[in-house]
């Protein structure tokens, strides 16, 4: 079946309950037991079976099944939050003495849980070139035990290859960990390019409606789910099934949500990269993009979040666009129907980042393009009357 029909189908049943569309919302913390017997067996029944709500309940278990169907891995674990995704696998795979190689482009958060709180716990942590590509096998050591990617990566949407860093991380006995939020199971098939672990802040597109937090951790292997899974039961992170519930209402509409953001952002890019304004847009869909011949091989297509790299640098006279702005508002995150601008300051320090132009990030939502740009064309007209008040040529 297409990727766009499991969307559909994965992970209900209604003949099984009564003929209702979607599976029903079972809230619980205490699971009852038939008799004391089945109540003492109940760590062994803790994979396959509701053994305490921390575990999850039927509405949990659909959305996680119907997520590992649609990425095509074994078993997805659901967490309180994406970050939370990031952090309970990164905690659960890791352990005091092991060096952990992770790309330099990664979600900020992602970056300072690593340097302050893994650091903390004896593992050393790596920062390496987005771009390394192959190179990468000449970072790890024998006690490398994750290699970590994001692609593209945070804000700078760097694309890696990803194929070539999980061979060199594979041969020697590295796991390959991808964030793939950007992208989703939809648009980059994760295990066929060769990562263990797979995962996503289903707050993000998934969701769709900018009202929940969310995220998954899906794994090549069953092996991988029950050492992910004990990690983050150990912590006591779980989601609510109401959160599941909504999570699975919008995975339903992912791929259609996911074309339109798809079309509509590259539109904008395309004219952003026409202004004179602008210095470079950063978009793997892009041809001009350092990043296109390896996006173009192996994603199956873009989404809404890209950045835009000003010529100007001035603060005063970008706040004088951006502040104004209609429809695109200043709010952090993505995937939600609405469109968002968000100005950002790269954190690197493998790659420093030396740009002197000011960079936002856009996430172009679900409104018509027409508006969209017409928005950014009148906010360009004030960043030039802003300029020229500051005595800058505008180009
Ligand atoms: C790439 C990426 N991963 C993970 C996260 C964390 O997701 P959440 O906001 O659900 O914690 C984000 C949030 O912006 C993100 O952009």
Same mark, same amino acid.
């Given at each position: 079946?297409?990727?766009?029909?499991?969307?559909?189908?994965?992970?209900?049943?209604?003949?099984?309950?009564?003929?209702?569309?979607?599976?029903?919302?079972?809230?619980?913390?205490?699971?009852?037991?038939?008799?004391?017997?089945?109540?003492?067996?109940? +760590?062994?029944?803790?994979?396959?079976?509701?053994?305490?709500?921390?575990?999850?309940?039927?509405?949990?278990?659909?959305?996680?099944?119907?997520?590992?169907?649609?990425?095509?891995?074994?078993?997805?674990?659901?967490?309180?939050?994406?970050?939370?995704?990031?952090?309970?696998?990164?905690?659960?795979?890791?352990?005091?003495?092991?060096?952990?190689?992770?790309?330099?482009?990664? %979600?900020?958060?992602?970056?300072?849980?690593?340097?302050?709180?893994?650091?903390?716990?004896?593992?050393?942590?790596?920062? %390496?070139?987005?771009?390394?590509?192959?190179?990468?096998?000449?970072?790890?050591?024998?006690?490398?035990?994750?290699? %970590?990617?994001?692609?593209?990566?945070?804000?700078?949407?760097?694309?890696?290859?990803?194929?070539?860093?999980?061979? *060199?991380?594979?041969?020697?006995?590295?796991?390959?960990?991808?964030?793939?939020?950007?992208?989703?199971?939809? +648009?980059?098939?994760?295990?066929?390019?060769?990562?263990?672990?797979?995962?996503?802040?289903?707050?993000?597109?998934?969701?769709?409606?900018?009202?929940?937090?969310?995220?998954?951790?899906?794994?090549?292997?069953?092996?991988?789910?029950?050492?992910?899974?004990?990690?983050?039961?150990?912590?006591?992170?779980?989601? *609510?099934?109401?959160?599941? %519930?909504?999570?699975?209402?919008?995975?339903?509409?992912?791929?259609?949500?996911?074309? +339109? +953001?798809?079309?509509?952002?590259?539109?904008?890019?395309?004219?952003?990269?026409?202004?004179?304004?602008?210095?470079?847009?950063?978009?793997?869909?892009?041809?001009?993009?350092?990043?296109?011949?390896?996006?173009?091989?192996?994603?199956?297509?873009?989404?809404?979040?890209?950045?835009?790299?000003?010529?100007?640098?001035?603060?005063?006279?970008?706040?004088?666009?951006?502040?104004?702005?209609?429809?695109?508002?200043?709010?952090?995150?993505?995937?939600?129907?609405?469109?968002?601008?968000?100005?950002?300051?790269?954190?690197?320090?493998?790659?420093?980042?030396?740009?002197?132009?000011?960079?936002?990030?856009?996430?172009?939502?679900?409104?018509?393009?027409?508006?969209?740009?017409?928005?950014?064309? *009148?906010?360009?007209?004030?960043?030039? *009357?802003?300029?020229?008040?500051?005595?800058?040529?505008?180009?």
């Amino acid at each position: 079946m297409e990727r766009e029909t499991r969307l559909v189908h994965a992970g209900r049943d209604p003949e099984r309950q009564e003929g209702i569309v979607n599976p029903p919302l079972y809230r619980a913390s205490t699971i009852l037991y038939p008799t004391m017997a089945a109540y003492e067996g109940r +760590h062994e029944r803790r994979y396959t079976a509701f053994a305490y709500g921390i575990h999850g309940t039927p509405t949990t278990v659909a959305l996680a099944e119907a997520l590992a169907e649609v990425s095509g891995g074994a078993r997805t674990l659901l967490l309180s939050s994406g970050l939370s995704a990031v952090t309970q696998t990164l905690t659960a795979f890791l352990r005091r003495d092991d060096h952990l190689l992770i790309a330099d482009t990664v %979600y900020g958060p992602t970056r300072v849980f690593c340097t302050q709180v893994l650091a903390r716990y004896g593992v050393e942590v790596t920062f %390496y070139d987005p771009r390394a590509g192959a190179g990468v096998a000449g970072l790890i050591r024998p006690t490398t035990r994750v290699v %970590y990617l994001e692609s593209p990566g945070s804000q700078t949407f760097e694309v890696q290859d990803v194929p070539a860093i999980a061979v *060199a991380a594979r041969a020697r006995g590295a796991l390959v960990v991808l964030d793939n939020t950007w992208a989703t199971p939809l +648009h980059f098939r994760a295990f066929d390019h060769g990562v263990d672990v797979e995962i996503q802040a289903l707050t993000k597109f998934v969701a769709g409606h900018s009202d929940l937090l969310l995220g998954a951790v899906t794994t090549r292997s069953e092996d991988l789910y029950r050492v992910a899974r004990d990690g983050a039961s150990t912590f006591g992170d779980c989601p *609510a099934p109401d959160v599941c %519930y909504e999570a699975l209402r919008g995975l339903r509409t992912l791929a259609v949500r996911l074309r +339109h +953001h798809e079309a509509a952002a590259l539109r904008v890019a395309e004219w952003l990269a026409r202004r004179p304004e602008v210095a470079r847009v950063l978009h793997p869909a892009l041809p001009e993009d350092p990043g296109h011949a390896i996006w173009k091989r192996d994603f199956l297509g873009a989404s809404s979040l890209f950045g835009v790299l000003l010529r100007t640098g001035s603060e005063k006279a970008v706040a004088a666009m951006v502040d104004e702005l209609r429809l695109f508002k200043i709010g952090a995150s993505f995937g939600g129907f609405e469109s968002l601008i968000v100005p950002v300051r790269p954190e690197r320090t493998a790659r420093p980042w030396r740009e002197s132009g000011f960079l936002l990030r856009l996430h172009v939502g679900l409104e018509a393009v027409e508006d969209l740009i017409a928005d950014l064309e *009148a906010g360009f007209a004030r960043l030039g *009357a802003a300029l020229r008040d500051e005595g800058e040529v505008v180009r």
